[in-house]
C-alpha cells in the first residue's frame, strides 16, 4: 500500500478505535494474530495455528494482571493468505473491530503491511520472523526516530551473512558462492550484506542474475551455477520456490556440494522434499531445543516446548515454533502489566516491558541495534539424519553466541 494511503486509513481507524474506548475497558483483552495459514509462506503460519490452539482456550478462561483483575483474553487467529494485500485488509479489519495488540509473524510479506497500518491506526503491533533491517528499513523507518506504535524482534541481516560466509569457509568447497536472490524485499536485502561478509571469508559471490518471481527462470539459473562451476549456493526463497529450482537445476544436471537457502530452509517437511543426496544442507537457526531459555509465564524451557509440539503434533519441532510461542509470552506479559485497557497505555508497558521467553529476554527500550527493535541470537546450523532417520537441525557453528551449546559436527571431508 502506498504510504498515504496507509496514513488516511490511519485517521478513519484511529476515530474508530477510540469510539470503543470506554465499552473496551469493561471486556475482554483482544490479541489478533494475523499468519499465513495458507498459499507460500503457510509452512511459516504452521506454528501460529499451533500455539493459538494451545492457548487460546487458556487465555479466554482468564489471565491475572496486576491492575486490573483477573480478565479473559481473546486471541484471534487471522489469515494472511501469503499475500500482503491480504495481510494489509486483515489489519485494517481487526483495527476497526476494536483490538488492543497485533501480533503478526512470517517474512516481510506479512509483518511489513501489517505494521504499516497498525502505525497509521495507532494500534499497538509486534512483528518477527522477517530480519529486522527488511521490516525496518523496508518500511522507510528514521533511525533516530523510529515508530510510534509498532516493534519487531528477530535476528538481522549481519547473523545471516555472519554464519552463512562462516559455514561456507569452513566447508572448504572453493571460493564461489552462488547467490539466488529473487526481486523482491528480501532479496534486496540479503543482496545487500552477502558480498562484503563472503569477501571477509575469502570467499566470492557469484551472481547468476536476479530471479525474476513473476516469472522465474530456475533452469536458465541452474545452467549458469553449473557452467561457472559453483559447489555453494545461498540465497533467500519460500520453500515452494526453493523446491522448484533445485528440480529444475537436477535436470540440468546441477547439483552443488552445499546450500543454505533463508526461508526455505528453516522446515524439515522441505528438507524431506529435496532431491539432496550428497547435499549438506545449512541453514541459519534463530531457536532450537538448546536455547538455555525459560518462558516467562508458563516457565517452560525450550526443549519442553519442542517436546509437547512433538508430541500434540508428532512432527518434529521447527525454528518458527520458539517466535510463535514467544509473540504469545510477549502478549500475555504486556497485557498482564498494563495499568489500563488502552491502546496509549498498551503500547507504553510494550515500551517498557523485559519479557522472558524461550528465545531469551525481549526488550524495546534501547536503541541497540535499532530503535524500536530487539535482536535475539543466532547460530549456524546443518540438518543431519537423527536416529529414527528424521531430519534434525543441529548446531554446527556457535561462534556468533557461544552461550547456544553445539550440538552436531560437520560432516567428514568438510570443515
Given at each position: 500500500?502506498?504510504?498515504?494511503?496507509?496514513?488516511?486509513?490511519?485517521?478513519?481507524?484511529?476515530?474508530?478505535?477510540?469510539?470503543?474506548?470506554?465499552?473496551?475497558?469493561?471486556?475482554?483483552?483482544?490479541?489478533?494474530?494475523?499468519?499465513?495459514?495458507?498459499?507460500?509462506?503457510?509452512?511459516?503460519?504452521?506454528?501460529n495455528t499451533y500455539v493459538h490452539e494451545l492457548f487460546a482456550e487458556r487465555l479466554a478462561a482468564g489471565l491475572p494482571t496486576a491492575q486490573l483483575?483477573?480478565?479473559?483474553?481473546?486471541?484471534?487467529?487471522?489469515?494472511?493468505?501469503?499475500?500482503?494485500?491480504?495481510?494489509?485488509?486483515?489489519?485494517?479489519?481487526v483495527a476497526q473491530q476494536g483490538v488492543h495488540l497485533v501480533l503478526a509473524s512470517a517474512t516481510p510479506e506479512i509483518c511489513n503491511p501489517v505494521s504499516d497500518v497498525c502505525e497509521a491506526a495507532g494500534l499497538p503491533c509486534v512483528t518477527t520472523v522477517a530480519p529486522w533491517q527488511a521490516w525496518f528499513d523496508g518500511r522507510k523507518g528514521e533511525r533516530n526516530k523510529g515508530f510510534q506504535w509498532t516493534y519487531h524482534f528477530f535476528v538481522g541481516l549481519e547473523d545471516f551473512a555472519s554464519i552463512y560466509s562462516s559455514l561456507f569457509a569452513r566447508a572448504r568447497?572453493?571460493?564461489?558462492?552462488?547467490?539466488?536472490?529473487?526481486?523482491?524485499?528480501?532479496?534486496?536485502?540479503?543482496?545487500?550484506?552477502?558480498?562484503?561478509?563472503?569477501?571477509?571469508?575469502?570467499?566470492?559471490?557469484?551472481?547468476?542474475?536476479?530471479?525474476q518471481m513473476a516469472a522465474p527462470d530456475y533452469t536458465g539459473m541452474a545452467t549458469r551455477l553449473r557452467d561457472a562451476g559453483v559447489q555453494m549456493v545461498t540465497g533467500v526463497l519460500p520453500p515452494p520456490v526453493a523446491l522448484e529450482f533445485f528440480a529444475?537445476?537436477?535436470?540440468?544436471?546441477?547439483?552443488?556440494?552445499?546450500?543454505?537457502?533463508?526461508?526455505?530452509?528453516?522446515?524439515?517437511?522441505?528438507?524431506a522434499e529435496l532431491p539432496a543426496s550428497g547435499m549438506a544442507l545449512a541453514n541459519e537457526m534463530w531457536w532450537s531445543p538448546a536455547w538455555?531459555?525459560?518462558?516467562?509465564?508458563?516457565?517452560?524451557?525450550?526443549?519442553?516446548?519442542?517436546?509437547?509440539?512433538?508430541?500434540?503434533?508428532?512432527r518434529p519441532w521447527v525454528q518458527t515454533l520458539g517466535f510463535s510461542h514467544?509473540?504469545?509470552d510477549l502478549a500475555v506479559q504486556v497485557l498482564q502489566n498494563t495499568p489500563q485497557l488502552s491502546r496509549q497505555a498498551v503500547v507504553q508497558t510494550l515500551r517498557r516491558i523485559k519479557a522472558k521467553?524461550?528465545?531469551?529476554?525481549?526488550?524495546?527500550?534501547?536503541?541497540?541495534?535499532?530503535?524500536?527493535?530487539?535482536?535475539?541470537?543466532?547460530?549456524?546450523?546443518?540438518?543431519?539424519?537423527?536416529?529414527?532417520?528424521?531430519?534434525?537441525?543441529?548446531?554446527?557453528?556457535?561462534?556468533r553466541s557461544p552461550f547456544i551449546p553445539v550440538t552436531g559436527r560437520m560432516p567428514e571431508g568438510m570443515g
Open positions: 500500500m502506498k504510504r498515504r494511503e496507509l496514513l488516511a486509513t490511519g485517521l478513519t481507524l484511529a476515530a474508530a478505535g477510540g469510539s470503543r474506548a470506554a465499552q473496551a475497558q469493561d471486556g475482554p483483552m483482544r490479541v489478533a494474530l494475523i499468519s499465513p495459514s495458507t498459499g507460500a509462506l503457510a509452512a511459516f503460519g504452521a506454528t483483575g483477573q480478565r479473559a483474553l481473546q486471541l484471534e487467529l487471522h489469515d494472511a493468505g501469503s499475500s500482503p494485500a491480504q495481510a494489509a485488509a486483515v489489519a485494517r479489519a568447497l572453493g571460493e564461489l558462492v552462488g547467490g539466488i536472490w529473487p526481486d523482491d524485499i528480501d532479496g534486496e536485502a540479503f543482496l545487500g550484506v552477502m558480498p562484503q561478509a563472503m569477501a571477509q571469508q575469502k570467499l566470492r559471490l557469484f551472481d547468476p542474475g536476479r530471479l529444475a537445476a537436477r535436470k540440468v544436471g546441477y547439483q552443488p556440494r552445499m546450500a543454505s537457502i533463508a526461508k526455505a530452509f528453516p522446515f524439515p517437511e522441505t528438507m538455555p531459555f525459560r518462558s516467562g509465564w508458563t516457565d517452560a524451557s525450550a526443549a519442553q516446548v519442542a517436546q509437547e509440539y512433538e508430541k500434540r503434533t508428532r514467544a509473540l504469545i521467553t524461550v528465545l531469551g529476554p525481549l526488550s524495546f527500550s534501547g536503541r541497540f541495534p535499532s530503535l524500536n527493535v530487539c535482536s535475539v541470537p543466532a547460530v549456524g546450523g546443518l540438518w543431519q539424519r537423527d536416529a529414527q532417520g528424521r531430519w534434525a537441525l543441529e548446531v554446527v557453528d556457535n561462534s
